[in-house]
């Protein structure tokens, strides 16, 4: 992402949930940013019952573009975000919109050459996978596993240059919209009761011939996303599927052949195992490099992170054999 001396404005737009922890870091990152482009920072209090409102709040006194909105309830249909980021839609005014979850932080140049990015390349949806800050083993052997399904599944500098619906992808952590896209077709509403709604709008938007543009590996803008293995496992169960066409089918599938598959080539030949072992070892070489992650660690840790992706789809065939998700203390 290339800089750009004119720019449009950015309405930067966070919902927020218990963050407490996070909010007021990335209000304070986004305040520091020097430049006209952020108009506006809009945080939505999606019924917090910790200190988060209060924190925005203190915000609010340092910075006039920070703005409250309190939730009035969630309406039946509705998810929590999908809510969270229509209602604070409505109230954006600027050229874009660029939703960014509480727990992300970012650089000071990041803003300027994410529009930068957009305009240039002219996108109508420019998403980031954050690069993963990851301190615990529970992180380290749950969080990369992201990264290899959508690296290894779907190269992601073909979003953009594709034209298949297929081959869209999007991470609700960060999503930048051109906000006369938005307002036509309003996507979170179309979307309101969709748990992987980010996955669902981008291949909305490339079937509405819009541009599509996913990324990773940008150093201007990380996250911390879970920080036990308790989250990581209730949070990868709610959308590991839509990697594979919301199937669980396909997803075992994958699993299966990513974890057993050795078994079957070293029947036919050690030569062939040697060879389709090397080639695993080097597509974790370039997804770590790619995702700006510990090479070391994802190598010796690759037996654990397979293991705990089958324990992503386990979980989740679980949840829906009992009717329901969870996130956050609510049923999705």
């Not at 924190?55 to 703005?67: F, G, P, T």
């Not at 052997?141 to 190269?155: A, G, W």
């Not at 309101?192 to 150093?219: F, H, M, N, P």
């Amino acid at each position: 992402m290339k800089d750009n001396a004119s720019l449009p404005t950015l309405s930067v737009l966070i919902p927020a949930r218990n963050e407490a922890s996070n909010i007021g870091l990335i209000l304070h990152d986004l305040i520091r940013i020097e430049g006209e482009e952020i108009r506006e920072i809009i945080v939505y209090d999606d019924a917090s019952d910790d200190a988060t409102p209060d924190i925005v709040s203190e915000y609010m006194l340092q910075d006039e573009r920070i703005r409250l909105l309190r939730s009035q309830g969630l309406p039946d249909g509705w998810l929590g975000k999908n809510n969270a980021c229509h209602r604070l839609a409505q109230e954006a005014r600027g050229d874009y919109f660029l939703f960014l979850d509480a727990d992300v932080r970012v650089a000071p140049d990041f803003i300027n050459r994410l529009l930068a990015y957009a305009v240039g390349k002219k996108v109508s949806l420019l998403s980031i996978f954050p690069c993963q800050t990851m301190y615990s083993w529970a992180e380290k052997i749950t969080v990369p596993n992201m990264h290899v399904i959508l690296l290894s599944l779907l190269l992601l500098p073909m979003v953009r240059r594709v034209g298949f619906s297929s081959v869209a992808a999007a991470n609700g952590q960060c999503m930048l919209f051109e906000s006369r896209v938005y307002r036509a077709l309003l996507p979170h509403l179309r979307f309101r009761a969709s748990r992987a709604e980010d996955i669902e709008i981008a291949r909305y938007l490339r079937k509405q011939k819009e541009r599509v543009a996913c990324l990773t590996g940008v150093a201007t803008i990380r996250c911390r996303m879970y920080d036990s293995l308790d989250s990581a496992i209730e949070g990868f169960s709610k959308n590991v599927t839509f990697f594979f066409g919301n199937s669980y089918v396909g997803a075992i599938f994958y699993w299966l052949l990513t974890t057993l598959g050795w078994v079957f080539v070293g029947i036919s030949s050690f030569e062939l195992l040697l060879l389709y072992l090397s080639m695993g070892l080097l597509m974790r070489l370039f997804i770590s490099l790619t995702a700006l992650q510990n090479v070391f660690n994802n190598i010796i840790l690759a037996i654990p992170q397979q293991l705990m992706l089958g324990a992503f789809i386990v979980k989740s065939l679980k949840n829906k054999h009992r009717g329901y998700f969870s996130w956050k203390g609510r049923k999705l």
